[in-house]
């Protein structure tokens, strides 16, 4: 599959080509598209290196210029974070036969941090709900 995006910057010339574009802008487009191509060629990675375990792609953030991208995984370890990156031109190359780009995005990895967020706004719900009901102890004494 060989995705042309060469319209996805492109500027309208007359009234009917701007209501045919897209309703969101072209990053939003590619990043969505990059998080798609990855999440593919990881799972055929994974089963290749073992050592990767199960990845969950969380979301994909290219630069302005798309000249990088951040790929954001659920959970990364160190071991894991260095096994991605010696498989990186291999991800870069499925996005390089599958997406009509000028430069092929530059691949970083990081852990999601929304993941580590949620988790530990869990963690403090669940220490708010273990607390005792002191509030309504000493309401109920005046």
């Known amino acids: 599959m060989r995705v042309d995006t060469g319209d996805m910057g492109a500027r309208p010339h007359s009234r009917a080509s701007a209501s045919s574009r897209r309703s969101y802008p072209r990053k939003a487009r590619l990043s969505a598209l990059l998080r798609e191509i990855v999440a593919e060629e990881l799972e ?24 990088n991208a ?22 870069q190359g499925a996005i390089a036969r599958q997406v009509r780009l000028k430069r092929t995005p530059h691949l970083r990895f990081k852990a999601d941090p929304a993941i580590e967020s949620g988790l530990r706004i869990e963690q403090v719900l669940h220490q708010i709900k ?13």
Not at 56 to 63: G, I, N, R, S
Not at 71 to 91: C, I, K, P, Q
């Open 44 to 67: 055929k990675v994974s089963d290749l290196d073992e050592s990767l375990g199960l990845l969950t792609v969380t979301a994909v953030e290219a630069d302005a210029d798309l000249g």
């Open 70 to 91: 951040t790929v954001y995984l659920a959970s990364m370890s160190e071991e894991v974070a260095e096994r991605l990156e010696t498989h990186r031109g291999r991800l």
């Open 130 to 142: 273990q607390q005792p009901q002191i509030k309504q102890e000493s309401g109920a004494g005046e």
